[in-house]
């Protein structure tokens, strides 16, 4: 039976069965190779477009040059031409999943777009490093973190949970509270009630490392006290 995270002297530890920890492993996998996919797609699509680009360019390589002639290139827009220059922006993804773990930094879509443009590449590359991570870590028995490691373990475990409440619909409390209820009632006969089941394990996981991380934090009083001492 698992037991929960607890502050150590080395860190954090807490006893999962083996097949507790292969499950979890096996969510980091799902979701990294859905961030995976959403990279070369982006990346599949960047090179189509150059190529588009290349070929339109190849078919009429002096159009400038016949503009010019015809005293068409007089007084063109330089705004128009500055906006053909500028790279495109960043479509959202369309899998709801994905949309969730990389969400829009804006209200606006052509900001967002942009901002997605500049932004998604690394946020979708430090996703993937932690939900590496916690598969490495996953394979140690009990699971062990430092300090350094428990906040890239809680981060994973939030992306996992993030990705069971999108497929489970979960949209507000209400909602989660209907999992949970679900989670409890028998042993899993459907694959939503198997994926409730799971999502309660992850939300428990998660909230015991956060626990334990919290009781190593100092106290206010503690730091002023330390803070006195040293001005003494």
Not at 8 to 35: F, M, N, W
Not at 111 to 139: F, G, V
Not at 204 to 218: D, H, I, N, V
Request: hydrophobic fraction near 40%; glycine fraction near 6%; proline fraction near 3%.
């Amino acid at each position: 039976m698992a037991r929960a995270f607890r502050a150590t002297t080395r860190g954090y530890k807490a006893d999962l069965e083996t097949h507790e920890r292969r499950l979890i492993s096996q969510l980091c996998a799902d979701v990294i190779s859905l961030l995976e996919r959403r990279g070369e797609q982006i990346t599949d699509g960047a090179a189509e477009s150059a190529a588009d680009q290349g070929s339109a360019a190849g078919d009429d390589v002096f159009a400038h040059f016949r503009r010019e002639l015809a005293g068409l290139g007089v007084g063109l827009d330089d705004s128009a031409a500055a906006q053909e220059a500028e790279p495109a922006g960043l479509s959202a993804p369309e899998d709801p999943v994905l949309a969730r773990l990389l969400p829009e930094a804006a209200e606006d879509p052509e900001e967002a777009a942009q901002l997605r443009r500049l932004t998604e590449a690394s946020l979708r590359e430090s996703k993937l490093a932690d939900l590496r991570t916690a598969r490495m870590l996953l394979e140690s028995d009990p699971v062990t973190l430092t300090e350094e490691q428990a906040p890239i373990f809680g981060r994973a475990l939030n992306d996992l949970r993030l990705t069971l409440a999108t497929r489970l619909g979960i949209e507000d409390e209400a909602d989660a509270e209907q999992i949970h209820q679900m989670a409890g009632t028998s042993q899993a006969a459907t694959t939503e009630q198997f994926m409730a089941e799971v999502y309660a394990f992850t939300t428990w996981l998660q909230e015991t490392l956060f626990s334990a991380m919290l009781e190593l934090l100092p106290d206010d009083g503690d730091e002023i006290g330390s803070a006195e001492e040293g001005a003494e």
